[in-house]
């Protein structure tokens, strides 16, 4: 399990305090900090209070699987209304930024694009051996669920997002 550790620590103007505020967040998604298309850096630990199943779809817009994969999800956003999904972009900034234009992404609620112009997560997801798109499912506490390489069926998404909510149910 990977853990993120936040600590803010704030000093008050006349009389030197210190207060820290910590999160601790457990789950199985790996430390990382990527940028939004606003560059503004992203961590793990901001996902912490979202309590809600994750897809994170990792994505090259030059590959065409990737661009079907990106279609097939955003066509049926309304199967993934209590998901969140962070679609991760392995390029550089402007072709990610024409890639989540293209298909609409930053227009829907629920979806969170991110830039990995370094391939971070290609390395972590071992995606230079297995190729994109692919998609990681997390439930509610990011522990995750399944893994899925290659272009990634409608049917494969809503079953294991199903097995999510029958566990939450138990």
């Not at 009389?15 to 789950?27: D, K, M, Q």
């Not at 956003?77 to 024409?98: G, M, P, R």
Request: negative net charge.
């Amino acid at each position: 399990m990977g853990w993120t550790r936040v600590v803010w620590n704030l000093a008050l103007a006349t009389n030197i305090y210190l207060f820290t505020f910590s999160i601790s967040f457990s789950s199985d998604i790996p430390s990382f900090t990527f940028k939004t298309l606003d560059s503004i850096p992203f961590a793990t630990y901001q996902l912490a209070d979202k309590n809600l199943p994750l897809l994170v779809v990792h994505v090259d817009p030059g590959c065409t699987y990737s661009q079907d994969q990106t279609y097939l999800i955003k066509q049926n956003i309304n199967t993934f209304e209590n998901v969140l999904i962070v679609f991760v972009v392995s390029s550089e900034f402007s072709k990610a930024k024409l890639f989540a234009e293209n298909y609409d992404l930053t227009k829907l609620k629920n979806v969170l694009v991110l830039v990995d112009e370094n391939d971070s997560l290609k390395k972590w997801s071992g995606a230079e051996e297995y190729g994109i798109p692919a998609v990681f499912v997390y439930d509610n506490a990011y522990t995750k669920v399944e893994s899925f390489r290659g272009l990634t069926s409608l049917e494969d998404l809503k079953s294991t997002l199903n097995k999510i909510s029958l566990q939450s149910a138990e």
